[in-house]
């Protein structure tokens, strides 16, 4: 498993979730469906840390003003 850090920007909102995912696009799919925010390719996925124990889930999500 890896942990991700998945934003959306929608005009000035910024969405963020924290989580740990398979994959780059099972990150993306659950910033969504916890979110319920976008679609999967409106959130930029980035590598926080490899190897981390899993199972998926969720640490931190929110919302910020731009």
Do not use: H
């Amino acid at each position: 498993m890896t942990k991700y850090s998945c934003t959306m920007i929608s005009g000035e909102e910024i969405s963020f979730a924290t989580l740990i995912a398979e994959n780059p696009r099972q990150a993306r799919e659950m910033a969504v469906a916890e979110t319920r925010k976008g679609r999967p390719r409106d959130w930029t996925v980035a590598v926080l840390e490899a190897d981390v124990e899993g199972p998926a889930r969720f640490i931190d999500t929110g919302d910020r003003e731009a």
